[in-house]
C-alpha cells in the first residue's frame, strides 16, 4: 500500500528556512519521479520541484529557483525539499507525489507553511 506522509511544516518568518520531509512507504523512491506541489488558499495546486528516480535531476517552479532544494535519500526511502529565503508568497500546504506506472497518483496530506512577520 502506498503512502506518503509529509512533515515538517510550520510558521517561518519571511527570509527564514524550512525543510519538509515526506515518509515514502509501499514503494522505494528510487523507482519513481517524486515531486513536491504547493496549494495556497483559493489557489490550484502547483508544482514546486520535481527530482528523477535516480537523483541526478531536478527542476524547479519558476518561483523557487535558488531558494529551494529538492533531494532524496534512498537509503531512507525519504524525499526532501529545503525552502531558504522563504517569502511570504511561500504560504501554502505543501503536497508530496508520486505518480506509478498506469498513471496512478498519490497523494500525501500535506503539510501547511505559513511565512508571516
Known amino acids: 500500500q502506498v503512502q506518503l506522509v509529509e512533515s515538517g511544516g510550520g510558521l517561518v518568518q519571511p527570509g527564514g528556512s524550512l525543510r519538509l520531509s515526506c515518509e515514502a512507504s509501499?514503494?522505494?523512491?528510487?523507482?519513481?519521479?517524486m515531486t513536491w506541489y504547493r496549494q495556497a488558499p483559493g489557489k490550484e495546486r502547483d508544482l514546486v520541484a520535481r527530482?528523477?528516480?535516480?537523483?541526478?535531476?531536478?527542476n524547479y517552479a519558476d518561483s523557487v529557483k535558488g531558494r529551494f532544494i529538492i533531494s532524496k535519500d534512498n537509503a531512507k526511502n525519504m524525499v526532501y525539499l529545503q525552502m531558504n529565503s522563504l517569502k511570504l508568497e511561500d504560504t501554502a500546504v505543501y503536497y508530496c507525489?508520486?505518480?506509478?506506472?498506469?498513471?496512478?497518483?498519490?497523494w500525501g496530506q500535506g503539510t501547511q507553511v505559513t511565512v508571516s512577520s
Open positions: 507525489n508520486v505518480v506509478q506506472n498506469g498513471g496512478q497518483s498519490y
Open positions: 509501499g514503494f522505494t523512491v528510487s523507482s519513481y519521479f
Open positions: 527530482i528523477t528516480p535516480g537523483g541526478r535531476f531536478t
